[in-house]
């Protein structure tokens, strides 16, 4: 297990403590009713893989993801809220989870290498971000060419959640269900 802290920088996006505490106790009574597992096994997730939970929380996907890609694939939990990567870490050290690791974002630079992830999935938080263009790049920017970014309307309505991917520079939209869109990774300028 590991966690990577950078200096501080832009996070205006940032909740407060006792926000992301109250958050996290929401999450914890939403998971008993309705467990979070489902939607993961649904994005593609295969064993091997290198996998990001962009926008992680208090990591309530994790333990399915880490399933799913396996001892030989890794999970990496990325958030803007220093609480969320250590509620991650702590899941990861009580339940074993080995193939986890967290880093700490800043503004929308989450501090992983380019290209490094198969899949990123960002669930139930793009409605909370303020500069949808810059913040799909970084995921561009660290998804594997032929990667794949699957990411819900969170908070906000399908209409407005497309606008913002389709601005966007990178990304293609393959699939469009209820619960998520998957997005293919492209390099083609023309392709919106």
């Not at 914890?28 to 309705?34: E, F, K, N």
């Not at 960002?122 to 409605?127: I, K, Q, T, V, W």
Request: overall charge negative.
């Amino acid at each position: 297990m590991h966690v990577t802290m950078k200096e501080p920088g832009r996070r205006s996006e940032r909740m407060s403590d006792i926000g992301f505490r109250a958050m996290a106790w929401m999450f914890r009574i939403r998971d008993a009713v309705r467990p979070p597992g489902r939607v993961i096994g649904e994005i593609g997730i295969r064993e091997g893989m290198t996998v990001v939970d962009y926008g992680c929380g208090p990591g309530s996907n994790i333990r399915a993801a880490a399933d799913l890609v396996g001892t030989d694939g890794h999970v990496i939990a990325v958030d803007i809220h220093e609480l969320a990567v250590t509620m991650v870490m702590d899941l990861a050290a009580r339940e074993g989870l080995t193939n986890v690791s967290a880093t700490l974002a800043y503004g929308y630079d989450s501090g992983l290498g380019d290209k490094t992830a198969d899949l990123v999935y960002a669930l139930d938080m793009f409605h909370m971000i303020q500069d949808p263009q810059a913040f799909l790049a970084e995921l561009h920017r660290i998804t594997r060419p032929d990667g794949v970014l699957v990411i819900d309307d969170g908070h906000q309505p399908r209409a407005v959640t497309l606008e913002k991917i389709l601005r966007a520079k990178g990304w293609t939209i393959e699939e469009e269900t209820g619960a998520f869109l998957r997005c293919r990774r492209t390099d083609d300028p023309t392709c919106r």
